[in-house]
């Protein structure tokens, strides 16, 4: 971690055949709202500080964890 910003990675599953990532699960989503909520509590950032892997980091296939975060 830095004094900028802090990085979390999921590691779906990339499905060549089609180039499409696995769906994230409830569980899933329910671990990152609590970890999101954790770091809102301990570091104060609003939630237009939390971004998607794909608005910040260009790659080659898109849409790995999208959709994993819901703002409320």
């Keep these: 971690m830095n004094n900028e910003k802090i990085t979390y ?3 779906p ?3 060549y ?3 499409t990532w696995d769906t994230p699960t409830r569980a899933q989503k329910d ?4 970890l999101v909520e954790i770091l809102k509590a301990e570091y104060n950032p609003s939630d237009n ?4 892997h794909d608005d910040i980091s260009p790659q080659k296939v898109r849409g790995e964890a999208k959709g994993l ?3 409320e």
């Design 49 to 52: 500080d939390v971004y998607e």
């Design 17 to 19: 055949e089609s180039y």
């Design 69 to 71: 975060y819901e703002r």
């Design 31 to 34: 671990s990152i709202k609590n």
């Design 13 to 15: 599953s990339l499905q």
């Design 9 to 11: 990675q999921k590691y």
